[in-house]
T-cell receptor, first 113, second 109 residues
């Protein structure tokens, strides 16, 4: 069964450093998303992406964040200058169409020290 | 507003039935999802309701009343592996999911 994959599974970085989180969505899916979940809190939407552009972004997704689909398979989230409060689990998700179920990857645990 | 309310915790006995309720604000409603999340893992899709009524899928069923802004997830024949958090989420437009805080279900023998 096809699945969303994410790398790395765990990333430790120092405050102020740039990180890139990588995702490979399910191959025939057209819509891509990033969510984050701070430990013990709810899953929060960051950004949705379709047809090589951002469809929607939340207030969390400020100028420090960017997304890219550099080739036909990868979907990346970049945080330019990490802050302590960026420590969270970051989930990538994809869906075949709008208003359809989203399938989540296993997540990348980002720890900012 | 996009508030989603669901109970924080529930407990149930193996083999029993449990109903997890969710209420949401009805303005701009596009659909309601239920996800299961085991500790330290990703959410996994359980169900999607966009029309009123009951959707049954094996041991899990989900109900929606759009006029009341209400949904529930019904789990039958509970198993120990059903111990997890159950997340209610609404489609907030442009297919972004707005999640509730989740209901942590503990199934005991």
């Amino acid at each position: 069964e096809p699945e969303v994959t994410q790398t790395p599974s765990h990333q430790v970085t120092q405050m102020g450093q740039e990180v890139i989180l990588r995702c490979v969505p399910i191959s025939n899916h057209l819509y891509f998303y990033w969510y984050r979940q701070i430990l013990g809190q709810k899953v929060e939407f960051l950004v949705s992406f379709y047809n090589n552009e951002i469809s929607e972004k939340s207030e969390i997704f400020d100028d420090q964040f960017s997304v890219e689909r550099p080739d036909g398979s990868n979907f990346t989230l970049k945080i330019r200058s990490t802050k302590l409060e960026d420590s969270a689990m970051y989930f990538c998700a994809s869906s075949e169409e709008r208003e359809r179920e989203q399938y989540f990857g296993p997540g990348t645990r980002l720890t900012v020290t | 507003g996009q508030n989603i309310d669901q109970p924080t915790e529930m407990t149930a006995t193996e083999g029993a039935i449990v109903q997890i309720n969710c209420t949401y604000q009805t303005s701009g409603f596009n659909g309601l999802f239920w996800y299961q999340q085991h500790a330290g893992e990703a959410p996994t899709f359980l169900s999607y309701n966009v029309l009123d009524g009951l959707e049954e899928k094996g041991r899990f069923s989900s109900f929606l009343s759009r006029s009341k802004g209400y949904s529930y997830l019904l789990l039958k024949e509970l198993q120990m592996k059903d111990s997890a958090s159950y997340l209610c989420a609404r489609d907030g437009g442009y297919n972004k999911l707005i999640f509730g805080a989740g209901t942590r279900l503990a199934v005991h023998p």
